[in-house]
C-alpha cells in the first residue's frame, strides 16, 4: 500500500579541504581584504602624515635660518648706527637683537639635531663666530666710550678739548698775532681730524703740530699747556688706531671679519637646509611611492589568489552539474564539494536537492502502481454509487413534500402567537404610561411640598425681619423723644436768652415738630408690621397644613405607583412567555424550513451526485491513460 513520499537528506561530506583558502567563506576572505585595505590606508594617511609633519619642521628650520638671516642683519644696522651717532641706545638695541638671533639659533640647532641633518657642525661655528662678534662689539663699545662718551667726562675727547681750550686761552694771553694765526690753523687741522679721522688726516694735524712746536712752545708760558694738548692729541690718535680708521682696520676691522664669517655661514646653512629639504621630499615621495606600491601589490596578490580560488571552485561546481544534467538522468550521482565556503554549501544544497529528487521520483514510481489499482477500483465503486444515487434522488423527493406540509403548520402557530403577543406589549405600554403619569403626579407633588416647605421657611424669615424691624422702631422712638426733650430744653434756653434767642426758639421749635413726626410714624409703622406678623402666622399655619395634605397625597400616589408596578410585572410575565413561545414556534418554523430545504437540497445533491459519478467513471479512464504517461516519464530516470 503506498504509504506516501519519503525524503532523504545527504550526509555531509567527510572530504577536508585541501586548500587553506577552502577553510573560509567567501564573506570572510572579501572581510578580510577590506579589513587589510582599510589598514593599509591608515597606515599610509599616518606614514604621509608624520612625512608631511617632518617636511613642516625643516620648512620651520629654513624660516627661522632666513630670520636668523634678518636678525644678523640688524645687528650690524646697529652697528653702524652706533658708529655713526655714538648713542648707547643702539647698543641697548643691538643687544637685545643679539640674545633674540642667540635664542633662535638655538632653536634652528635643536630643530636639525632632531631631524638628523649632518651639517659637519656649522651650527656650532656659527655660534661661536657669533659670540666673537658679540665681544668685538663689546671692545667697540668700550673704545668708542673711550674716545667721545656721551656719559662720561674723562673721554679722549673731553680731555683734548679741555687740553685745547686751556691752549686757546694761552694763546689769546699772550697777544701775539703770528701764535694766533698758527693756533687757528692748528685748530682747523684739529676738526678736520675730528671730523674725518684717517692716517691723511692724522699725518696733517701732526705736521701742523710739530710746526707750532717749532715756532711757539719754547715760550715758557705755553710750554706745559702745549704738552698737555699734545699728549692728549697723542692718546686719541692711538685710540683711534685701535678703533680703525677704516672699517677694514682696528677692532672695526676685526668686527666686519668676523660678521663676515657668520653671514657666510648662515648663508651656507640656509642653501644646506634648503637641500636637506629638497632631499627629504624627494625621500618622502620616494617612500609613499613605495608604500603604496607594496600595499597595491599586496592587495592585487590577495585578490587574484582567492579571486583564482573561488573561479576553480565555480568551474569544478559548474561542470558537475553540467554532467548531472545532460547526462543519462542518473541521480546517483553526487558532487561531495569539499571546503566550508559558500560554493561548498551550494553543492551540500544541489546534492540534497538531487537526494530528494531521487526519493522523489522512487515515491512516484510507487504511486503510479498504487494509482493503477486504485483507479479500477474507482471506476467500479462509481457503478454502484450511481445506483444508489438514484434511489436516494426519489426518497428525498417523498419526505420534501411531507416537511413541506409541516413548515405550512408552524407558521399558523406563530402567527397565532405573535398576535397574542402583540396585545400583550400594547397591555405592558399603556400600563408603563399609567405609572409615568403617576410618577410625575408623585414628583410634582413631592416638588409642591418641597416648594411649601421653602415658603414657609422664607416667611418665618420675613417674621424675624419685622421683628428687626420693630426692634429698630422703638431705637427710632427713643430717639425722637430724646430729640423731643432737647428741643423743649432749647426752647427754654431761648426764652431765657430774650431778643439774642429767638432764632435758636424757632430751629428748637422745627426740631420739636420734627420729632413729634418721626414718633408719628414709627407708631404707624409699628401699627402695620404688627398686622403683617399676625398675617405672617396665619400664613404659616396654612402652609404648614398644606404642607401634611400634599405629603399625604404624595404617599397615596406611591401606593399607587406600587400598585401598577405589580401590575406591569404580571403583564411583562405573560409577555415573556408569549415571547418564549413565539420563538419556540418561530424555532420550530426555522427548523421545519431548514429540513425542507436541506431535504430539497439532498435531493439535489443525490442528483448532482448521480451526474458526478457519471464524471467520475470517465476521470477513472483519463486517470487510466495519464498514469500510463507517469509510467513513461519515470522510466527516462536511473533511480
Known amino acids: 500500500m503506498y504509504q506516501g513520499i519519503q525524503t532523504q537528506t545527504v550526509p555531509a561530506s567527510d572530504t577536508k579541504p585541501t586548500n587553506l583558502l577552502d577553510r573560509f567563506s567567501i564573506k570572510t576572505k572579501l572581510l578580510t581584504i577590506n579589513i587589510i585595505l582599510l589598514i593599509g590606508v591608515i597606515c599610509y594617511g599616518f606614514f604621509e602624515q608624520y612625512s608631511l609633519n617632518n617636511m613642516h619642521e625643516l620648512e620651520l628650520a629654513s624660516v627661522e635660518n632666513a630670520e636668523a638671516e634678518i636678525d644678523l642683519l640688524t645687528l650690524r644696522r646697529h652697528e653702524k648706527d652706533f658708529i655713526a651717532r655714538h648713542d648707547i641706545k643702539y647698543q641697548q638695541r643691538f643687544d637685545q637683537t643679539f640674545i633674540q638671533l642667540t635664542e633662535r639659533l638655538t632653536q634652528l640647532d635643536e630643530r636639525i639635531t632632531a631631524h638628523g641633518l649632518s651639517l659637519d657642525g656649522r651650527m656650532s661655528t656659527i655660534s661661536d663666530t657669533l659670540q666673537q662678534y658679540g665681544v668685538k662689539f663689546q671692545q667697540l663699545v668700550a673704545q668708542i666710550e673711550l674716545i667721545d662718551s656721551k656719559t662720561s667726562g674723562?673721554?679722549?675727547?673731553?680731555?683734548?678739548?679741555?687740553?685745547?681750550?686751556?691752549?686757546?686761552?694761552?694763546?689769546?694771553?699772550?697777544d701775539n698775532l703770528e701764535a694766533k694765526v698758527a693756533l687757528s690753523e692748528l685748530m682747523e687741522k684739529d676738526f678736520h681730524y675730528l671730523a674725518y679721522p684717517s692716517e691723511q688726516t692724522e699725518l696733517e694735524l701732526s705736521q701742523s703740530l710739530q710746526t707750532f712746536y717749532q715756532q711757539f712752545a719754547y715760550l715758557p708760558r705755553l710750554q706745559s699747556v702745549f704738552n698737555n694738548y699734545q699728549t692728549d692729541l697723542v692718546n686719541l690718535f692711538k685710540a683711534n688706531i685701535q678703533l680703525g680708521l677704516t672699517p677694514n682696520?682696528?677692532?672695526?676691522?676685526?668686527?666686519?671679519?668676523?660678521?663676515?664669517?657668520?653671514?657666510?655661514?648662515?648663508?651656507s646653512l640656509q642653501g644646506d637646509i634648503e637641500s636637506s629639504i629638497l632631499l627629504a621630499a624627494d625621500k618622502v615621495k620616494m617612500q609613499l611611492h613605495i608604500f603604496g606600491g607594496l600595499l597595491a601589490l599586496i592587495l592585487s596578490g590577495l585578490l587574484m589568489l582567492i579571486g583564482r580560488n573561488i573561479l576553480g571552485r565555480i568551474q569544478s561546481i559548474q561542470s558537475m552539474m553540467h554532467d548531472i544534467a545532460q547526462g543519462n538522468g542518473d541521480l546517483t550521482a553526487r558532487m561531495n564539494a569539499s571546503g566550508n565556503d559558500e560554493l561548498a554549501q551550494l553543492a551540500n544544497s544541489f546534492d540534497t536537492f538531487t537526494c530528494k529528487l531521487h526519493n522523489l521520483i522512487k515515491d512516484v514510481a510507487s504511486a503510479k502502481d498504487v494509482l493503477d489499482h486504485s483507479a479500477s477500483m474507482s471506476t467500479q465503486a462509481a457503478s454502484k454509487s450511481m445506483d444508489n444515487a438514484e434511489q436516494q434522488k426519489i426518497e428525498s423527493e417523498s419526505v420534501a413534500t411531507a416537511i413541506n406540509e409541516l413548515v405550512h403548520t408552524s407558521n399558523e402557530?406563530?402567527?397565532n402567537i405573535e398576535q397574542a403577543a402583540v396585545s400583550a406589549a400594547n397591555m405592558k405600554d399603556?400600563?408603563?404610561?399609567?405609572?409615568?403619569?403617576?410618577?410625575?403626579?408623585?414628583?410634582?407633588?413631592?416638588?409642591?411640598?418641597?416648594?411649601?416647605?421653602?415658603?414657609?421657611?422664607?416667611i418665618e424669615q420675613l417674621e424675624e425681619q419685622s421683628r428687626q424691624i420693630n426692634s429698630v422702631i422703638s431705637t427710632i422712638q427713643g430717639i425722637a423723644e430724646q430729640t423731643n426733650l432737647l428741643a423743649l430744653n432749647a426752647a427754654i434756653e431761648a426764652a431765657r436768652a430774650g431778643e439774642h434767642g429767638r432764632g435758636f426758639a424757632v430751629v428748637?421749635?422745627?426740631?420739636?415738630?420734627?420729632?413729634?413726626?418721626?414718633?408719628?410714624?414709627?407708631?404707624?409703622?409699628?401699627?402695620?408690621?404688627?398686622?403683617?406678623?399676625?398675617?405672617?402666622?396665619?400664613?404659616?399655619?396654612?402652609?404648614?397644613?398644606?404642607?401634611?395634605?400634599?405629603?399625604?397625597?404624595?404617599?397615596?400616589?406611591?401606593?399607587?405607583v406600587d400598585a401598577i408596578d405589580s401590575v406591569n410585572q404580571q403583564i411583562e410575565e405573560l409577555f415573556n412567555m408569549n415571547t418564549q413561545i413565539a420563538t419556540a414556534s418561530e424555532e420550530q418554523s426555522m427548523v421545519s424550513g431548514e429540513i425542507d430545504r436541506n431535504i430539497t437540497h439532498i435531493a439535489s445533491l443525490a442528483s448532482d451526485t448521480y451526474n458526478e459519478v457519471q464524471d467520475s467513471v470517465k476521470y477513472s479512464s483519463q486517470v487510466q491513460e495519464v498514469n500510463q504517461k507517469l509510467g513513461s516519464l519515470v522510466g527516462q530516470f536511473r533511480y
Not at 535 to 547: F, N
Open 154 to 174: 674723562e673721554s679722549l675727547i673731553n680731555k683734548l678739548t679741555a687740553s685745547r681750550s686751556e691752549l686757546r686761552q694761552s694763546v689769546i694771553n699772550l
Open 249 to 267: 682696520l682696528g677692532i672695526r676691522g676685526d668686527l666686519r671679519s668676523t660678521v663676515h664669517t657668520t653671514e657666510q655661514e648662515i648663508l
Open 413 to 415: 402557530i406563530t402567527s
Open 430 to 458: 399603556a400600563s408603563q404610561l399609567a405609572r409615568d403619569i403617576t410618577q410625575q403626579a408623585s414628583a410634582s407633588m413631592q416638588t409642591l411640598s418641597g416648594d411649601i416647605a421653602n415658603s414657609q421657611q422664607l
Open 508 to 560: 428748637a421749635d422745627e426740631v420739636r415738630d420734627l420729632s413729634m413726626k418721626t414718633d408719628n410714624s414709627t407708631r404707624q409703622i409699628e401699627s402695620t408690621i404688627t398686622n403683617l406678623s399676625s398675617q405672617i402666622h396665619t400664613t404659616v399655619s396654612i402652609m404648614a397644613a398644606s404642607q401634611e395634605q400634599a405629603e399625604a397625597s404624595m404617599q397615596d400616589t406611591q401606593q399607587v
